[in-house]
């Protein structure tokens, strides 16, 4: 089992920046694909990114492509989402999640998640 910690999350202007982190603890986070996700008010949670094992493969919503990188330090057990160019329509909490068995775009498909973060981008 592990455990997720989201931290990161703020208010920021339009434009601007912020880089998530996720912190997992339990089992060793190298076993595990990760993903982010969010959820705005009245919205069902949706897909935002997620990242191999190795970190060598990505995949990314069409919404955040190009504006939005996902990293990770499997040294530091950490999962990080780099988000610029921060739109209102970005606004969300943010959740990060894991499984062990397949990079999927599926909230689904993650076993763990976080408590989440919140993010507000104001226009």
């Known amino acids: 089992q592990v455990q997720l910690v989201e931290s990161g999350g703020g208010l920021v202007q339009a434009g601007g920046s912020l880089r998530l982190s996720c912190a997992a603890s339990?089992?060793?986070?190298?076993?595990?694909?990760m993903g982010w996700f969010r959820q705005a008010p009245g919205k069902e949670r949706e897909f935002v990114a997620a990242?191999?094992?190795?970190?060598?493969?990505?995949d990314y919503a069409d919404s955040v492509k190009g504006r939005f990188t996902i990293s990770r330090d499997n040294n530091k057990n950490t999962v990080y989402l780099q988000m610029n160019s921060l739109k209102p329509e970005d606004t969300a909490v943010y959740y990060c999640?894991?499984?062990?068995?397949?990079?999927?775009?599926?909230?689904?498909?993650?076993?763990?998640w976080g408590q989440g973060t919140q993010v507000t981008v104001s226009s």
């Open positions: 990242i191999s094992r190795s970190g060598l493969n990505t």
């Open positions: 999640a894991a499984n062990a068995r397949i990079m999927t775009t599926l909230s689904g498909g993650y076993d763990y």
């Open positions: 339990g089992r060793t986070s190298s076993n595990y694909r």
